[in-house]
């Protein structure tokens, strides 16, 4: 009777130390997603600021100009190997004395994919049909890539140390003097070129501060030799392939735009998608500052499929009703801020946010995958949502005009879902199978 009276408490005690852990691991997933969801909202409100008077004084032919140049550039951001950031994290959260030595043993990859990706990004360029000053905007604004693979990877040190906190000051930083300079700029005449270089200047100079500051957690150095283990490496090519096919599936409306169409219908689209943006970048947000916390979880065995379900679904409704809400009042709020020239972005609008709810619902889902070594799902999802996007575009812009992008978007997304819900509830009866 001592023995057994000694083994409950042992039970209880660790049931104890199990619940404490595991509230104290969401409660640090809290407080990651606090910090990046006000940054984001500070970041994103500042930046909405900016495109309202870039958009107003620049009319929709010259935004569209500088619209197609950044949705140009950021398409070659997929280059940039984005999987190893994903890749990183979930071995560092695993083992933090061993981060250090994986940063340098990785580095170098990453150097050498960013250089790939600004040649690749000035090369191509000479193959577009654009006029040719939109192609020199691109060439002079195509270093933007070097910023955006050196941030990533700055941004990942922060996200396996849980210390988002800086994430959120350096998106306010970078917003602020883009968006400040922008106004000023504008206001004493100013053309696209000098917003471009305002926007490219004002990166580079947070990017150089944030590069001082990450040194600071992790001694990490700077060279082009990369001895990654050869799992690592398959690893990345993999969330990498990810990201590729994911961008065709549901990110390549603008790019498509502005190749099947007018400047001005890209500046007409873009303010519409640069609104219902805002809810996907407070999604990937979300799914950022959760990502480590999930890792670990699944490690202790501690996630249960029905609370991600639920979690989803709650996801699901919470999104949908704020969408029905947003439907009765976006024409109204593109005119207040954007004016009269951009009233059909406010028709596109009511319905392009509805692709928003289905974001949402996905976020546990595809937490999960990637979380539990299971991302390979999602390169099959992935690819047929692309397979059938680019068609769908082209077939429902020549049916309905530029609201039918807004259409394709929507069922794309919709049909991932189901997939996604789908696939991950088998995955999860495997894992549970490997470890009863």
Not at 112 to 138: E, H, Q, R, S
Not at 251 to 280: C, F, N, P, Q, W
Not at 407 to 421: D, K, N, P, R, W
């Amino acid at each position: 009777m001592f023995y057994m009276h000694i083994d409950h408490n042992h039970k209880e005690t660790m049931l104890n130390k199990g619940s404490k852990t595991l509230l104290e691991t969401f409660k640090r997933g809290f407080k990651n997603a606090s910090y990046m969801s006000i940054g984001n909202l500070i970041s994103q409100l500042i930046g909405f600021v900016g495109i309202v008077f870039i958009a107003r004084l620049f009319g929709p032919d010259k935004f569209g100009v500088y619209a197609t140049v950044i949705a140009y550039v950021m398409f070659f951001h997929l280059f940039v190997v984005l999987g190893l950031s994903k890749v990183i994290v979930r071995e560092g959260c695993k083992d933090l004395g061993s981060f250090e030595h994986i940063l340098n043993n990785t580095i170098g990859l990453r150097l050498i994919f960013i250089i790939l990706a600004f040649v690749v990004c000035l090369g191509a360029v000479f193959f577009t049909n654009y006029p040719d000053y939109t192609k020199l905007l691109i060439i002079i604004f195509s270093s933007e890539i070097i910023y955006f693979g050196l941030d990533s990877f700055f941004n990942a040190i922060y996200q396996t140390k849980e210390k988002m906190q800086y994430i959120a000051i350096f998106s306010v930083m970078t917003r602020t003097l883009i968006t400040g300079l922008s106004v000023l700029f504008l206001y004493i005449g100013a053309g696209i070129l000098i917003i471009l270089l305002v926007n490219l200047l004002s990166r580079f100079l947070v990017l150089f501060i944030n590069y001082f500051w990450t040194r600071r957690l992790v001694r990490f150095r700077f060279n082009l030799n990369f001895l990654a283990k050869t799992d690592i490496i398959k690893q990345t090519i993999v969330f990498s392939l990810i990201g590729f096919i994911n961008y065709f599936a549901i990110k390549i409306d603008l790019l498509m735009i502005s190749l099947m169409s007018t400047s001005s219908d890209v500046g007409i689209y873009s303010v519409a998608h640069e609104i219902a943006r805002e809810g996907l970048i407070l999604r990937n947000i979300t799914a950022t500052a959760f990502f480590p916390v999930a890792v670990k979880l699944i490690n202790q065995a501690q996630l249960k499929i029905k609370n991600i379900y639920k979690y989803s679904v709650s996801l699901f409704l919470i999104v949908s009703a704020g969408c029905v809400i947003l439907f009765f009042f976006a024409q109204d709020i593109i005119a207040l801020f954007f004016g009269g020239e951009y009233m059909y972005s406010g028709f596109i609008l009511q319905y392009l946010i509805f692709y928003l709810p289905f974001t949402f619902y996905s976020l546990p889902l595809t937490t999960f995958l990637q979380a539990s070594h299971n991302e390979s799902v999602l390169v099959i999802i992935f690819s047929i949502a692309a397979a059938i996007n680019i068609p769908l575009n082209i077939l429902f812009f020549h049916k309905f005009g530029l609201v039918g992008i807004a259409y394709s978007t929507i069922l794309v997304f919709a049909g991932e879902s189901i997939m996604l819900t789908l696939l991950t509830l088998k995955k999860f009866k495997k894992l549970q199978s490997l470890n009863p």
